[in-house]
Nanobody, 120 residues
């Protein structure tokens, strides 16, 4: 299963970025964003179940917004008011069976990742 991410980059604190993840399959049950900073465990950012609404990790609530375009088979992540601690590799993941944000268990499909760097 192919997932292709784009939209990462470098911004200053307070700036914004919009990530995209396009999946090869239509109507995937769950698409999600995870991130991993050097030396840290992978952290859930947002999950979006088919036909539902997104759920967010505590550290990004109120700043990040996830959305899905089912025609384009794309998951987006609008990131506003970015902080240096948001610096990480951001990965898109997908699952046919589970949809959760607190763990990456049950997500067999992963993109290659896109780097987000926020400077102070």
């Amino acid at each position: 299963m192919q997932l292709v991410e784009s939209g990462g980059g470098s911004v200053q604190a307070g700036g914004s970025l919009n990530l995209s993840c396009t999946i090869a399959a239509a109507n995937m049950y769950c698409m999600a964003w995870f991130r991993q900073a050097p030396g840290k465990e992978r952290e859930g950012v947002a999950s979006f179940v088919l036909g539902g609404r997104p759920f967010y990790g505590d550290s990004v609530k109120g700043r990040f917004t996830a959305s899905r375009d089912y025609v384009k088979r794309t998951l987006y992540l609008q990131m506003n008011n970015l902080r240096p601690e948001d610096t990480a590799m951001y990965y898109c993941a997908a699952s046919r069976t589970v949809c959760r944000v607190h763990t990456d268990d049950g997500f067999p499909y992963w993109g290659q990742g896109t780097q987000v760097t926020v400077s102070s």
